[in-house]
Structures are given as C-alpha cells and as structure tokens.
C-alpha cells in the first residue's frame, strides 16, 4: 500500500513536498513515479525514480519539481518549487516491481490514493 501526505493549497510561486510512504512492502528495488489528473483529463506523468536513483522528468516538472527516493524510510518524495495554476491536480504515487525508469500509468502496479494539490493565483 501507498500513502501520499503533503498535499495542500498553495499560492502561486510557492513550494510543496509530496511524501510516498510505502506500507507493507519496502521500496527498495523498485522503481517509484509520480503522476497527476485533472478532471477530464488522462493521469499525466510528472517524474520517475529509479532503484538506481536515476531521475525522469516531464517537460513540464523539468528544472522546478525534484523527485528522490529514501529506502531506508520507504518513501519516495517529490519537491516542488515555482508551482503555478496549472500545477492544480489530484498527485498519485506509483510503484513498480521493476527497478528502472517508467513514465506511463500502465507500467506501474501498485497506486496510492492521491493527494490534492492546489495552486492560487
């Protein structure tokens, strides 16, 4: 099981740090991603960790949104910095059995059940 916290209302330009916290199982070894939806619209990529601490961004998350990982905690975490409007989702933390590097939904077995974050203007 999955467990996202940190979510929240933000202002725009302003920080959060997603935390996935992985429950009955130990992170190490696989390979740990970050998605978001808006309503309407398909579960997007946001980042990607893997068992190797190799990183995968989106376009948009590039050079703003830090992805990590702590296996001694279980826990993958996202940072997020200069966050905008447009950064409004639902967060979804995902996890998969294979180490290496995914960023589409379908190669992620286990979900958590989302976090809201929200970005003011």
């Known amino acids: 099981q999955l467990v996202e916290s940190g979510g929240g209302f933000v202002q725009a330009g302003g920080s959060l740090r997603l935390s996935c916290a992985a429950s009955g199982r130990t992170f190490r070894g696989f390979g740990g991603g970050w998605f978001r939806q808006v309503p309407g619209k398909e579960r997007e990529f946001v980042a990607a960790?893997?068992?190797?601490?190799?990183?995968l961004y989106s376009d948009s998350a590039k050079g703003r949104f830090t992805i990590s990982r702590d296996d001694a905690k279980n826990t993958v975490y996202l940072q997020m910095d200069g966050l905008s409007v447009e950064d409004t989702a639902v967060y979804y933390c995902?996890?998969?059995?294979?180490?290496?590097?995914?960023?589409?939904?379908?190669?992620?077995?286990?979900w958590g059940q989302g976090t809201q974050v929200t970005v003011s203007s």
């Open positions: 960790v893997s068992a190797a601490t190799a990183t």
């Open positions: 995902a996890a998969r059995p294979q180490g290496g590097l995914g960023n589409r939904p379908h190669e992620f077995y286990y």
